[in-house]
Each structure stands twice: as C-alpha cells, then as structure tokens.
C-alpha cells in the first residue's frame, strides 16, 4: 500500500522560496495510473489544490499560484517535490502530498501524506 | 474554475443523530465528486467516491448520494469519532476544487 510522507523546513522567511519533498514509502512514482499532487490547508480557506505531476513530467498548477510554484519528480528516488517562491503570510498552511488518478478520477485522492506545517516568519 | 457549494458550514448534533451535508456544484459533475473527513491532528480521510461510493475501511454509517450538480453526505447514528470537518470535492476538471468545509461538533 502506498504511504506518502512530506519533508522540509517547518519554517520560512517571507519573500524567501518553500521547498517540499514527498517520498513513497512503497509502490513507484512511475505509475501510469497516476497523478502526484499537493494540496494545502489553511483555517481561513480550507483545502486548497495546489498542483499534480504526472510520472512524464507533464504538470497542473492551480491558476492562482502557477507564477510562483514548480512540481517535478525525481523517478529513481520515488520523490516529488513543491518549490514555492516569494512566500508570503497567506502561504502559512499545512502542506499535504497527495496521489490521485488520471484516467479514473472519481476514484478521489487518496493516499495523503500526514502533513508538514508550514510558518512565515521572518 | 468549478465551485463547491457546500452547506451547512457549521452543524451541531448528539451521538445517534443522522446527519446531511450538501454539496452543489457550479457545473454538471456527474459523478466527479469525493466527499472527506478532516480531524485534527490527522490528514484528511476519503470517505466516498464516485458521488456515491463507500471507500475500503469506511463504516457503512456513512453514505453518499447525488450527481450532475447536487450532491449529498449523510451520516445515520452519528458516533463519538464522526465529530470532524467534512468537505467535498471535485474531480471534474481542473483545478481540482473542495467545498468550503461542514464542521460537525456535538451539542
């Protein structure tokens, strides 16, 4: 069964660039059925999609973060990673690394990663 | 961008209650649509997919219904472990969009 965790800095200056990795603990990154995805969580907003990667390379940003924010996969160590530039207060939130289905959507997102907090602060 | 209606925001129920949230969404979603439990401390939780269909694990308590732009999550006998935030979301298109959030607390 696929387990996803996060790993990264728990805090960052504003301005400055959040990176996150996410490593499966088992199944591949490589998998054609598949979607790699980050999502975040705020009190004030809830859930909010970020961005999926496809094991090609292929991405999908969130429109109102796609000039700030990178997904790319490294295959032979079964991580993605989120890179987000010019962080700001708004950007404090709880970062989850997700998997959902790309031909078979309905099938919902799941597994979550447990989840990294992240604080701005200078 | 696909928006999620959900409601109610806020819901106070006893142990034993049924519970129903509502999610309506700005475009036909057939049945494009997962619905999540969210308890603190621990990552969010499929419950249903397909609009309609109960995730491997879920206790059959919990139980989804709808399609096109209405769509529904109920909770018959609510226990002590279903007090959470519940939201819905959709799978439609992208950006992959969720509804605003149903908290249920005891009264």
């Known amino acids: 069964q696929v387990q996803l965790q996060e790993s990264g800095p728990g805090l960052v200056k504003p301005s400055e660039t959040l990176s996150l990795t996410c490593t499966l603990s088992?199944?591949?990154?490589?998998?054609?059925?598949?979607?790699w995805g980050w999502i975040r969580e705020t009190p004030g907003k809830g859930l909010e999609w970020i961005g999926s990667?496809?094991?090609?390379?292929?991405?999908n940003y969130s429109p109102s973060l796609e000039d700030r924010i990178t997904i790319s996969l490294d295959r032979s160590k079964n991580q993605f990673f989120l890179t987000l530039n010019s962080v700001t207060a708004a950007d404090m939130a709880t970062y989850y690394c997700?998997?959902?289905?790309?031909?078979?959507?309905?099938?919902?997102?799941?597994?979550w990663g447990q989840g990294i907090p992240v604080t701005v602060t200078s | 961008d696909i928006q999620l209606a959900q409601s109610p925001s806020f819901l106070s129920a006893s142990v034993g209650d049924r519970v129903t949230i509502t999610c309506r969404a700005s475009?036909?979603?057939?049945?494009?649509l997962a619905w999540y439990q969210r308890k603190a401390g621990k990552a969010p939780r499929l419950l249903i997919y397909?609009?309609?269909a109960l995730q491997s694990g879920v206790p059959s308590r919990f139980s989804g219904g709808g399609s096109g732009t209405e769509f529904t999550l109920a909770i018959t006998s609510l226990q002590p472990e279903d007090f959470a935030t519940y939201y819905c979301?959709?799978?439609?298109?992208?950006?992959?969009?969720f509804g605003g959030g149903t908290k249920v607390v005891m009264k």
């Open positions: 397909a609009g309609s």
């Open positions: 997700v998997r959902h289905y790309k031909d078979d959507a309905e099938l919902g997102v799941d597994p």
């Open positions: 990667i496809y094991y090609s390379g292929d991405a």
């Open positions: 979301q959709q799978l439609g298109g992208y950006p992959l969009t």
């Open positions: 475009q036909d979603l057939g049945t494009y």
């Open positions: 088992s199944g591949s990154i490589s998998s054609s059925s598949h979607y």
